[in-house]
C-alpha cells in the first residue's frame, strides 16, 4: 500500500498563501481519487479538494477560487495551492487516497500538517 505523507504547513498571516505537499512512498499512477482533507478543532475532518487520475478536481464551496489541487504522477506527487488564506482555514490537513464519493478513504489517517492562519 502506497503511504503518503504530507508537508508545508506553517504559520501565515490572513491573504497569504502556503503550498502543501504530498509526498507517495510508491506510485501514484494507480491510484484514482487523491484528496486533501482537513480537520479544525473541534469539528469534523472534511474534504478541501480532489483531484482524479485524468485531472478532474472538485472543491469544497469555503475553498473554490482560492485553492488549487494538482497531482505530478512523475513525481509521484499531490499538491494544494493555498492562495488568499483566512482564519477559518486553520486545521490539519491531511493527503490521502479516496474511495469514490471521497468519504472513504484508504488506510489510517496520518499526523497531517498544520496550517494556522493569523488575522
Known amino acids: 500500500q502506497v503511504q503518503l505523507v504530507e508537508s508545508g504547513g506553517g504559520l501565515v498571516q490572513a491573504g497569504g498563501s502556503l503550498r502543501l505537499s504530498c509526498a507517495a512512498s510508491g506510485s501514484i499512477s494507480n491510484i484514482n481519487l487523491v484528496g486533501w482533507y482537513r480537520q479544525a478543532p473541534g469539528k469534523q475532518r472534511k474534504l478541501v479538494a480532489g483531484?482524479?487520475?485524468?485531472?478532474?478536481?472538485n472543491y469544497a464551496d469555503s475553498v473554490k477560487g482560492r485553492f488549487t489541487i494538482s497531482r505530478d504522477n512523475a513525481k509521484n506527487a499531490v499538491y494544494l495551492q493555498m492562495n488568499m488564506l483566512k482564519p477559518e482555514d486553520t486545521a490539519v490537513y491531511y493527503c490521502?487516497?479516496?474511495?469514490?464519493?471521497?468519504?472513504?478513504?484508504?488506510?489510517?489517517w496520518g499526523q497531517g500538517t498544520q496550517v494556522t492562519v493569523s488575522s
Open positions: 490521502k487516497a479516496a474511495l469514490p464519493g471521497w468519504t472513504l478513504v484508504v488506510g489510517s
Open positions: 483531484i482524479s487520475s485524468d485531472g478532474n478536481t
